[in-house]
């Protein structure tokens, strides 16, 4: 299991994979294979903007996705993935995307911030591998309800 310190969870991954984190202050966890090809990865990352008090996960992607450009997000689909989080304030989306090359990403919200689990890549396990850290995530109790928390973690 991969513990991130400053997002407060940890995750399961494949034995045959690396985790490169990235500098103190940063929030990205990059997953790549053993025998690496350029562009293959599953990206952990939190996201801005927060959810706004009542917001759902699922109106906060609309929103986020109203801004981008092009508009990445193709369909929006509820999933209900069996992470742990004591607080239980965690709500799960399941994103397909068509941005350069079709991926897969996984939003997670914790409090009111969300972390994005992407999958980058066109080879077919590669959602399923995003889907099983989806699945085996556990947030701490006192893990980071908001992005000011974070940064105070993060140091920035």
């Known amino acids: 299991r991969f513990y991130s310190k400053?997002?407060?969870?940890?995750?399961?991954?494949?034995?045959?994979?690396?985790?490169?984190?990235h500098s103190p202050g940063e929030t990205p966890i990059v997953l790549v294979?053993?025998?690496?090809?350029?562009?293959?990865?599953?990206?952990?990352?939190?996201?801005?903007?927060?959810?706004t008090e009542?917001?759902?996960?699922?109106e906060w992607a609309a929103d986020f996705e109203a801004v981008l450009d092009p508009p990445r997000f193709v369909t929006h689909t509820l999933d209900d993935l069996?992470?742990?989080?004591?607080?239980?304030?965690?709500?799960?989306?399941?994103?397909?995307t068509t941005w350069r090359d079709p991926d897969?990403?996984?939003?997670?919200?914790?409090?009111?911030?969300?972390?994005?689990?992407?999958?980058?890549?066109g080879r077919v396990t590669y959602p399923e591998i995003a889907r099983a850290i989806g699945n085996s995530i556990e947030f701490d109790v006192d893990a980071p309800n908001t992005l000011?928390?974070?940064?105070?973690?993060?140091g920035v």
């Open 6 to 21: 400053e997002g407060g969870f940890s995750f399961a991954y494949p034995a045959d994979w690396q985790v490169e984190e």
């Open 33 to 51: 294979p053993h025998r690496q090809f350029p562009i293959d990865r599953i990206v952990l990352a939190f996201i801005a903007p927060e959810m």
């Open 54 to 58: 009542g917001e759902t996960l699922q």
């Open 82 to 96: 069996s992470l742990r989080d004591p607080s239980g304030t965690s709500q799960q989306l399941r994103i397909s």
């Open 104 to 121: 897969l990403q996984y939003l997670i919200s914790h409090g009111k911030i969300v972390l994005s689990i992407s999958a980058v890549s």
């Open 148 to 154: 000011a928390e974070l940064a105070a973690r993060l």
